[in-house]
């Protein structure tokens, strides 16, 4: 069997620790549940593993209208309904292959990919339970069955699996029971200045060290919707086009890294670093 | 690495798992099989790699890593980190420090009676910079916290027993990763803090409301009425927007209370929007006939205006429930509002609210364990006659989700 280890990219910071994770979870073929706040980088991780690793990479974005078959397949009825009275033409569909039919979701279509390919559940806490329930099994034993045939789908190959999750809403017992979970810390003050430089290697580093440090102590505010990774980086590509170096008592462009009405109140009446008021 | 799967590695993690699970973290069976599984499979090359691994088997729940963190630093390396974090007081309740401060004593690093020859401060930090040292350094030295550094499992039993110690693993070092307790603000003993509100908060959103079955399924409706014959059967179910209405009542009397007052308002203002609505109220203490609507006290509120709410209105009361027993039952006992003998009990206004509202809960944050004995037992013994009480760890929250949802 082909040994599959993940070293980080050029474009993604991978913290020691993840990175032993992500690979023993890829040598025991379990799913990876990725846990943590926003900008965190866990759907960021899923596809640089798959990149890195040169998979191909099926994704499914869960909403919470979703229930769990689709993601696995569907069948076009109505079209099979409408060749059925007109005529498939010359499309190549033959009305009687049930299969034609078919729409395969991201699940069914990783589980009938011919390689390793990486199969990503992303923010999986927005659907149903009911739905968690439903996969779990699919996941666990990588097939699942057509009931309009009952013929079973199974993976010649188990793909890598990612789920990723905001925690919304609190997952099931048995599903946490099978996947390995990790929970992505935010990152400490060093990890973002490595996260940072390979986002933006040619910045002043005066300009980053002011940047990073105002950002902390935003976060540490206790505003509704802290400032994430994203915001940061965001935040310093606009520093950069407006040069010069931030302020810390009065630090510009806050709409980018503050988003709530109420935080951003907070934040004008409190003033500006050090609590002072205006 | 695949033998000492096969021979000697069974008892070494049957113990382990059965520490794990005296420590909180439910390990089960199947996640021991899990854990050969993966030793055979050759992950496992150093103490190191079994730490992060065995990690990824045990524990699912962001909660559990920190008790797992201490039972692995115990179990492997025979050091006993209490479960507290390093500015918490709580430290002087633990074994650990019991023992440690009695080790000290006995060996004459610290003179009798340390307890009342240093700051709290200064002696809490002496414990922590010792268990640092220990981690660091975690060969010989007299300092050992807890029996000599000899855990019932023995640390030097490493190798004998199955798993080599051997070869850099590019990762930081197990105890490396313990000391830092990373996950402490999450794990269920812990004081709601920042950090861990949106632990919380994911507990706070299993509060919900029995309300009336008045939404149609038509999907439901259409397949129980096909079951049934065609005979309609009308599948009635509860709207998802189900609210309720929380009065918040924060003692905001007092600098040791003033940040457990602002994180509950942050708590429960983040869930607005699940609660048909939400008023927050402050007093002084305990409650008497005016409560205030605004921080600092000035625009009073009639207690009795509370009290006409709707019965299933949930009550939150937070407070550390300490005061002097005479402002709790005497007729005018107030400190701070000037009734005279002529004003009532506080004891009366809390009784009514007890009888008027089922769902009526108080936070405290004192932890449990120490509500016997803490300065303020009486008046807080007293409270909890009238109110179902938890303290404002993670735990002591599911707990309260738990009470206020309960029918």
Redesign the interface.
């Known amino acids: 069997m082909q040994e599959y280890t993940f070293d980080g990219t050029d474009e993604y910071y991978l913290d020691p620790e993840l990175k032993s994770i992500v690979n023993i979870a890829l040598a025991m073929e379990k799913p990876l549940l990725l846990t943590g706040e926003a900008g965190t980088g866990k759907t960021q991780l899923a596809l640089q593993v798959a990149s890195a690793l040169k998979m191909k990479s099926y994704i499914m974005r869960c909403k919470s209208t979703i229930k769990g078959e689709e993601a696995c397949y569907t069948q076009d009825t109505v079209l099979r309904l409408n060749d059925a009275r007109f005529g498939p033409a010359d499309t190549g569909r033959v009305v009687d292959r049930f299969y034609d039919y078919v729409i395969w979701g991201p699940i069914g279509q990783a589980f009938r990919a011919d390689e390793k390919v990486m199969l990503l559940l992303d923010e999986i806490d927005k659907t149903e339970s009911d739905v968690q329930d439903n996969l779990l099994d699919i996941l666990e034993e990588c097939q699942f069955t057509i009931r309009e045939v009952n013929e079973t789908i199974k993976a010649r190959i188990r793909p890598a699996i990612f789920i990723t999750s905001n925690a919304k809403r609190e997952l099931s017992d048995p599903f946490l029971r099978r996947c390995y979970c990790h929970h992505i810390a935010f990152p400490s003050p060093e990890d973002m200045r490595q996260i940072v430089d390979l986002h933006y290697p040619k910045t002043n580093a005066k300009l980053l060290e002011a940047a990073i440090a105002i950002f902390y102590e935003l976060r540490e505010r206790g505003f509704e919707k802290p400032p994430a990774t994203s915001e940061l980086l965001n935040w310093i590509g606009a520093l950069e086009r407006t040069g010069g170096i931030p302020d810390p008592k009065l630090p510009p462009l806050t709409g980018i890294l503050l988003k709530r009405a109420g935080d951003i109140q907070r934040y004008r009446s409190k003033g500006g670093a050090g609590g002072r008021s205006y | 690495m695949a033998e000492v799967a096969e021979k000697g590695s069974n008892a070494l993690f049957v113990d382990f798992v059965l520490l794990l699970r005296d420590y909180g973290v439910p390990a089960s069976p199947?996640d021991l099989l899990?854990l050969n599984?993966?030793l055979v499979?050759g992950?496992v090359h150093s103490l190191d790699?079994l730490f992060?691994?065995s990690r990824?088997?045990f524990?699912?729940?962001?909660e559990h890593?920190d008790a797992f963190e201490r039972a692995f630093c115990f179990y492997f390396y025979g050091i006993d980190v209490p479960a507290v974090a390093e500015d918490d007081y709580a430290l002087f309740h633990t074994k650990q420090f019991r023992e440690w401060l009695e080790e000290q004593i006995a060996s004459g690093e610290l003179p009798r009676k340390a307890i009342w020859h240093y700051d709290p401060e200064e002696l809490m930090k002496k414990f922590w910079d010792t268990l640092k040292e220990q981690m660091e350094e975690h060969h010989g030295g007299s300092k050992w916290i807890g029996q000599k550094g000899n855990s019932p499992f023995g640390h030097s039993g490493n190798a004998e027993r199955g798993v080599r110690v051997q070869g850099q693993?590019?990762?930081?070092s197990a105890l490396k990763?313990i000391g830092d307790r990373?996950?402490i603000a999450?794990s269920d003993k812990q004081q709601l803090r920042?950090e861990n509100l949106?632990q919380a908060l994911?507990?706070m959103?299993h509060l919900k409301n029995e309300g009336p079955r008045d939404l149609l399924n038509l999907n439901k409706t259409i397949y129980e009425t096909s079951r049934n014959g065609g005979e309609i059967e009308l599948v009635f179910e509860r709207d998802l927007r189900d609210k309720i209405s929380v009065v918040l009542l924060i003692d905001n009397g007092g600098y040791s209370m003033t940040p457990f007052a602002?994180i509950t308002r942050?708590l429960f203002?983040?869930l607005h929007e699940r609660f048909e609505d939400m008023e927050t109220y402050y007093f002084h203490n305990t409650v008497y006939e005016k409560v205030y609507s605004d921080f600092r006290r000035l625009r009073a509120a009639p207690t009795e205006k509370i009290l006409q709410k709707r019965e299933d209105t949930r009550i939150v009361f937070v407070g550390d429930a300490t005061m002097a027993p005479e402002e709790l039952e005497s007729w005018g006992g107030s400190i701070t509002s000037y009734g005279g003998r002529a004003q009532k009990p506080s004891m009366y206004w809390l009784g009514r609210f007890a009888d008027r509202f089922k769902h009526s809960c108080w936070l405290n944050p004192i932890p449990k364990e120490s509500w016997p004995n803490t300065y303020g037992a009486f008046t807080l013994t007293k409270i909890r006659q009238c109110f179902h009480m938890e303290d404002m760890t993670l735990g002591g929250i599911k707990g309260m989700v738990n009470f206020l949802s309960e029918k």
């Open positions: 199947k899990e599984a993966g499979k992950i790699d992060v691994f990824l088997v524990v699912r729940r962001v890593m693993s590019g990762n930081r990763v990373r996950y999450y920042e949106r994911e507990s959103k602002e942050i203002s983040k």
